[in-house]
């Protein structure tokens, strides 16, 4: 079967891995400091924080902007489950804004169409790694949220994707561009608000007795002080050892995923049914997480090409069509890609083979 998502590892992280067991320290320790340090470089932020996975990095998000309980937070519903649930858990309300079609990504005018009084911030979701359109969308004055899942190695304006909002969140998941596992992290544009997030990654727990003794003597070591009620979210030096190689292998990877992008853009650019994703304007630097095409009679060429071992999959079901969430506006935009929108695969473990596989499958079932 040749999977829709993925990741590479090998020696380089089996070596890093080995290291870190031959230390017998699995838990948080130099290899997070050392992979937060390596990421804030690489992608030029100010901080970076490494927690236990994306999902959570949204939570913390949202709680870091102390937005009045019951807040308005616009979501793009076409982005993964835990954008509307990191505002649920947080006591607000998501309000599903709709997505450009080509992009896939909200747009100032599918935010402002969802705006209220009771708006209290806004999420984006660079999808796929092709940057949001943000410069008009952070003058609507409101906080933002960057979820930059899929753009590690994105850029807009030479600014790092998740750089220019509030918050900005990342994924090392099992198949995102960079893994470590399972991991994620958050960059916080107030300093304030960056070194809070660290308080809240353990628990709330604001300085450890190690911390405290050496500040006072006559301190008990194993006491702590707690400054916020939150839940657990520290990561572990297993995953960042995997992170640490991935980092240094980020730009060979980057680069089998932009040439497998490109071949797919080149093949499919001249097939009059398949309408192709939109690369990275001048300015941009794209991160080609996933290849997404729209087509008619999807589900019966997703079906087919199951039968030929082509897994391919639809990322991702609409937000606000979700009975959990409640009511919501019509979004057209993301209801018709739901009916035609396709990712097929996309990853650097892909040999050239099955790149040209994909292509003529597709290719055959949509003519
Ligand atoms: C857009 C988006 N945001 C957030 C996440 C959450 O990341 P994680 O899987 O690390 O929890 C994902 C995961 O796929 C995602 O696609």
């Excluded at 040749?2 to 067991?21: K, M, N, Y």
């Excluded at 992979?35 to 236990?52: K, Q, T, Y």
């Excluded at 906080?143 to 969140?169: K, L």
């Excluded at 932009?258 to 650019?269: D, M, N, P, V």
Aim: charged share 25%.
């Amino acid at each position: 079967m040749i999977s829709v998502f993925g990741s590479h590892v090998g020696p380089d992280e089996l070596r890093e891995v080995e290291q870190c067991i031959d230390a017998q320290w699995l838990g948080q320790g130099a290899r997070c400091a050392a992979f937060e340090e390596g990421i804030r470089a690489r992608l030029g932020l100010d901080n970076f924080l490494f927690v236990d996975s994306g999902s959570n990095a949204l939570f913390m998000a949202v709680e870091l902007l102390e937005l009045p309980p019951g807040s308005e937070v616009i979501v793009p519903t076409f982005t993964w489950v835990a954008c509307a649930q990191a505002v649920l858990l947080a006591g607000h309300r998501p309000v599903f804004c709709d997505v450009d079609p080509d992009t896939q990504n909200a747009t100032v005018d599918t935010i402002r169409d969802r705006m209220t009084s009771k708006t209290g911030a806004i999420m984006v979701v660079h999808y796929a790694g092709k940057p949001v359109d943000l410069e008009p969308i952070l003058a609507l004055g409101l906080p933002v949220i960057e979820d930059a899942a899929h753009a590690i190695d994105s850029r807009q304006g030479g600014v790092a994707c998740g750089a220019r909002g509030d918050v900005g969140i990342y994924s090392f998941d099992a198949v995102k561009n960079l893994t470590t596992g399972l991991g994620g992290g958050l960059t916080v544009r107030d300093a304030a608000r960056a070194e809070r997030a660290k308080k809240l990654r353990y628990c709330g727990i604001g300085k450890s007795g190690f911390q405290a003794v050496s500040t006072d003597p006559n301190r008990r070591w194993w006491e702590y002080d707690i400054s916020d009620v939150f839940i657990r979210m520290v990561p572990a030096d297993v995953n960042a050892a995997i992170g640490l190689a991935q980092l240094k292998r980020l730009d060979d990877l980057q680069a089998r995923r932009r040439a497998i992008w490109e071949r797919y853009q080149a093949a499919f650019s001249s097939v009059d049914a398949i309408r192709t994703p939109v690369d990275a304007a001048a300015d941009e630097r794209h991160s080609y997480f996933t290849y997404f095409i729209r087509i008619p009679e999807r589900d019966r060429v997703a079906r087919a090409l199951l039968d030929q071992e082509i897994y391919t999959t639809l990322r991702f079901h609409p937000l606000h069509l979700n009975a959990k969430y409640g009511a919501s506006a019509p979004l057209p935009n993301a209801e018709a890609l739901n009916e035609c929108g396709l990712n097929i695969p996309l990853h650097p473990r892909l040999s050239d083979d099955d790149v040209e596989q994909v292509i003529d499958a597709i290719v055959a079932l949509v003519r």
